[in-house]
Every structure is written in C-alpha cells, then in structure tokens.
C-alpha cells in the first residue's frame, strides 16, 4: 500500500494539495510512518477560495504551513471513529498538528455524514500505508 502523498497523487484529484505540501517542505513528513489523517481538500475545494488565496499561500511559506497541518491531525483518526466520537450529535474540538482545534461533528437526518468545522467529508478514510485520507469539500482555514 501507499503513502498518504503516493495515495494523493495517484487520486489525481489533489494536484493543489500536493503541491502546497511540497512547497511547504511536508512531503517528506507524510511519507514517514505516520499515522497521519489528512482531512484532504480537493482541487475543487481550492479553487472555491477566495480569488488571490492560493497564491498568497505561496507567498508566505509559514502560513501554508499552518494551513496544511491544520488539515492534520495526530494519531490514527478514522471518519468512522469521528461518527463513534460525536454520539448523540455532539460537536467534538480535535487538535490539530497546527496546534488549533478543528470541529468534528455528525450531520445529516441519519447522521452518517461528518462535517469538519464548515466542511463535510465527501469520501471517507481513503487509506494509505501510514495513515488515511477524508475527502473534505473545503479548505480549513485556521484561526
């Protein structure tokens, strides 16, 4: 099996994502024996951000660095334990590599879908050899 960087560039759908990583000089981190859950934004969450965003991030090394590692979190954190986490519908606060909490919380009539501040993972738990990798519909923008 892969790693979560190996994993993001065969999915082909997180170029932005994979970029800003090795920019950022994390790449190396992320293939290391982890476990690392990437709450992993899309191209098409990326390209939702303000017009300039993206580009400034490029700019300012250590605000991209903040960025992606608040998509990070330590420890092996599945969706599905996201779901178990949140029973009764509760709002969970989850630290952060960045060091700030992100929100995980269930969504939904049945409540089988969770949401990450204001994102909702669109694909859960993509696994990778040293960790997994939800799909989330925005990018986390830390505090």
Known sequence: MSDIVDVAVSAGSFRTLVTAVKAAGLAETLKGPGPFPVFAPSDEAFSRLPAGTVDGLWKDLPKLRAVLT???????????????????????PVKTV???????????MLRKKVRVNDATVVTPDVEASNGAIPVIDQVLLPP
Do not use: F, N, W
């Open 98 to 108: 960045q060091g700030s909490p992100i929100r995980v919380r269930p969504e939904g």
């Open 70 to 92: 608040y998509h990070v979190v330590p420890g092996k954190v599945l969706a599905a334990d996201a779901l178990s986490m949140t029973a009764g519908g509760k709002e969970v």
